[in-house]
């Protein structure tokens, strides 16, 4: 059985575990580690890192999981550096801090069960069109290059319905394109996908892809409407820190997102209220960051649109935290439990004093 489908089993395996060291390629370092009863199962880890451009194509032991090919001024990779015993089998590639401006579309071709692939702080400036479709991609790391311009379907991966992690931070993105709709291609499986720091003025068009995970921190948004998050009802963490233009919170402008639980909104300084509409239909959000944007006090119809709302941050080591008196016992008909918000800065000796609503 190959060595990368058994690496999900290694915390199985690792009844006994040990490191050593093996002969290798002049300059690179191999690591062994050992698994297994009686280190009957091993892996190796080579590290071929700032050696220089002649390093390309190295050999590799067979039993190779994880290879590092950064920092070596490569200005480019194709199916001939990536070939040989031990590439067929590997799990993890790095090739970050290169030289690279493009990639061939079938550099990865023959790695057909690599899980991490790491491209970050290259000079890629475009993507070949399916060019990760032969291996079963987990992490994708793109960040740190010249990508002006994207299309999902990039990111359809050989994964079998795997969970896939891409980021895409750091970059010149202005536009995302949707993948064409076309019979028997599935959607990307993306689950995470980190999109900060690019040069995005609208929220990209997403739809269907099973995300979770969202971030578009440091981008020059100019408004979140409605619909900007259409089809994304499973997203449960989201991210808009740090927006660059003037962003604007339109009433009704999350309602798409029903799941969700996490929303950050920090190092806004500009944000203003657009009223407590703002929030509606985020009946599961329970964690709210509105430190550094000036949102305080806070609008007291906040906690009924935020039904399941546990902390806000409203400032630089404040929080506050979702409370429920019962008042008076036995209750009256028709009485409601009073819901408060305690806010507490821990370099004060005296808490603040609750908002009541």
Request: proline share 10%; net charge neutral.
């Amino acid at each position: 059985m190959p060595w990368a489908l058994l690496l999900p089993l290694l915390p199985l395996l690792a009844v006994s575990g040990a490191q050593t060291t093996r002969p290798c390629f002049p300059g690179c370092q191999c690591e062994v580690e050992t698994f297994g009863l009686f280190d009957s199962f091993s892996l190796t880890r080579v590290d071929c890192s700032s050696l220089g451009p002649h390093i390309v194509p190295v050999p590799i032991p067979l039993d190779t999981a994880h290879l590092d090919l950064s920092s070596n001024r490569l200005d480019t990779v194709n199916e001939s550096v990536l070939a040989g015993p031990g590439y067929t089998t590997l799990a993890g590639l790095y090739l970050s801090h290169n030289l690279l401006t493009s990639i061939s579309p079938t550099a990865f071709s023959r790695l057909r069960y690599l899980q991490s692939l790491d491209l970050s702080h290259n000079s890629l400036c475009t993507l070949p069109a399916e060019g990760f479709t032969s291996s079963p991609l987990s992490d994708v790391n793109l960040s740190h290059n010249r990508l002006r311009e994207v299309s999902l379907s990039a990111f359809r991966t050989h994964g079998q319905g795997r969970a896939l992690h891409v980021d895409l931070s750091h970059n010149l993105l202005h536009r995302l394109l949707p993948p064409p709709a076309r019979a028997g291609l599935p959607m990307p499986t993306i689950q995470s996908l980190n999109l900060a720091w690019n040069r995005l003025h609208t929220v990209p068009s997403l739809q269907d892809l099973p995300l979770r995970y969202l971030s578009l921190d440091g981008n020059p948004l100019t408004a979140i409407r409605p619909g900007a998050f259409a089809g994304l009802a499973g997203l449960t963490h989201l991210s808009l820190a740090s927006l660059q233009g003037l962003p604007q919170l339109v009433p009704h402008g999350f309602r798409e997102l029903p799941g969700l639980q996490v929303l950050d909104l920090s190092n806004n300084p500009r944000l203003q209220w657009a009223g407590a509409e703002v929030f509606s239909g985020l009946g599961s959000l329970q964690e709210l960051d509105l430190s550094g944007t000036g949102l305080a006090p806070l609008p007291e119809p906040l906690l009924l649109q935020l039904p399941s709302l546990q902390s806000v941050s409203v400032g630089q080591d404040v929080r506050c935290r979702r409370l429920v008196r019962e008042g008076a016992y036995p209750r009256q008909p028709g009485a409601s439990p009073k819901v408060a918000l305690h806010c507490v800065d821990p370099q004060q000796s005296a808490a603040r004093a609750p908002d009541v609503l």
